[in-house]
Nanobody, 121 residues
Framework: QVQLVESGGGLVQAGGSLRLSCAVS????????MGWYRQAPGKQRELVAI???????NYADSVKGRSTISRDNAKITVSLQMNSLKPEDTAVYYC???????????????WGQGTQVTVSS
């Protein structure tokens, strides 16, 4: 059983900062991409930032220059530092990790439960 537990969401004023964290626990044989997605009310879930095992990163244009994704492969954690937050960043943020839970299973996407980020104007 694999679990992803997120933390760090909350209410912040525009221009403020938040750091989201996600910790993976349970049966992990190997893992690859780790990322953050968000979903605002009435909108589809969208990619915010992603980090691959080789260290490459990719960001949505809307957060580029304001956000930094980082990972700790030894601890199996991924974080998202968000600065200069805007009201349009308000959403539920989800952690996503591609994990093989055993040597004989495929790489599957696992999701956290989501953490609310609200940015007030």
């Amino acid at each position: 059983q694999v679990q992803l537990v997120e933390s760090g969401g909350g209410l912040v004023q525009a221009g403020g900062s938040l750091r989201l964290s996600c910790a993976v626990s349970g049966s992990v044989y190997t893992f690859n991409a780790m990322g953050w997605y968000r979903q605002a009310p009435g909108k589809q879930r969208e990619l915010v930032a992603i980090s691959t095992r080789d260290g490459s990163t990719n960001y949505a244009d809307s957060v580029k220059g304001r956000s930094t994704i980082s990972r700790d492969n030894a601890k199996i954690t991924v974080s998202l530092q968000m600065n200069s937050l805007k009201p349009e960043d308000t959403a539920v943020y989800y952690c996503n990790v591609a994990i093989r839970s055993t040597w004989y299973t495929n790489l599957n996407d696992y999701w956290g439960q989501g953490t609310q980020v609200t940015v007030s104007s």
